[in-house]
T-cell receptor
Framework: GESVGLHLPTLSVQEGDNSIINCAYSNSASDYFIWYKQESGKGPQFIIDIRSNMDKRQGQRVTVLLNKTVKHLSLQIAATQPGDSAVYFCAAVYGQNFVFGPGTRLSVLP | DAGITQSPRHKVTETGTPVTLRCHQTENHRYMYWYRQDPGHGLRLIHYSYGVKDTDKGEVSDGYSVSRSKTEDFLLTLESATSSQTSVYFC??????????FGPGTRLTVL
């Protein structure tokens, strides 16, 4: 079956630095991928998505890169701010089936 | 939270009692989902619905049932709660094809 995993359960970065959060997936048949942000006590919040026929997509301070050769995607957050502290996880979408990774907790140090 | 509410937000119950969680949406989306979230695991699908009275099982459906009598409401029932069902439960919605949007979650503790 499909699986989605993240390389690091926790990541600490200095305020103002760039953050890179990684995700790997097993099934190359995914339609697209989504990154979510989840703050403590809240539901996951959509950040950005990328279709499987794209390599890169940019949003406001965020960039998602997709490498289909190695089945890997990453979320880059520019100029990380304290408000970026949260758990980030990716999801691979296969039709109406969403497969979620376990998440990386991002801590922003002052 | 994209027009999604969940109730209750917190609940403590005892083993063997029935529990019903409610998800309500104002977006008129066709698809609704129930997930559970546990430490060390990604969100795991319990049940989902693709229309009124149309539901199907997810990855971890044992011990759970659902009902959808109206487009806007999706109920999750634990017929006889067990301690292994202590978790945070999230409802999500999506349109025909697209991103799922999540509710604020319900924290359930089964003693």
């Amino acid at each position: 079956g499909e699986s989605v995993g993240l390389h690091l359960p926790t990541l600490s970065v200095q305020e103002g630095d760039n953050s890179i959060i990684n995700c790997a997936y097993s099934n190359s048949a995914s339609d697209y991928f989504i990154w979510y942000k989840q703050e403590s006590g809240k539901g996951p919040q959509f950040i950005i998505d990328i279709r499987s026929n794209m390599d890169k997509r940019q949003g406001q301070r965020v960039t998602v890169l997709l490498n289909k050769t190695v089945k890997h995607l990453s979320l880059q957050i520019a100029a990380t701010q304290p408000g970026d502290s949260a758990v980030y996880f990716c999801a691979a979408v296969y039709g109406q089936n969403f497969v979620f990774g376990p998440g990386t907790r991002l801590s922003v140090l002052p | 939270d994209a027009g999604i509410t969940q109730s209750p937000r917190h609940k403590v119950t005892e083993t063997g009692t029935p529990v019903t969680l409610r998800c309500h949406q104002t977006e008129n989306h066709r698809y609704m989902y129930w997930y559970r979230q546990d430490p060390g695991h990604g969100l795991r699908l319990i049940h989902y619905s693709y229309g009124v009275k149309d539901t199907d099982k997810g990855e971890v459906s044992d011990g759970y049932s659902v009902s959808r009598s109206k487009t806007e409401d999706f109920l999750l029932t634990l017929e006889s709660a067990t301690s292994s069902q202590t978790s945070v439960y999230f409802c999500a919605i999506s349109g025909a094809v697209g991103t799922q949007y999540f509710g604020p979650g319900t924290r359930l503790t089964v003693l």
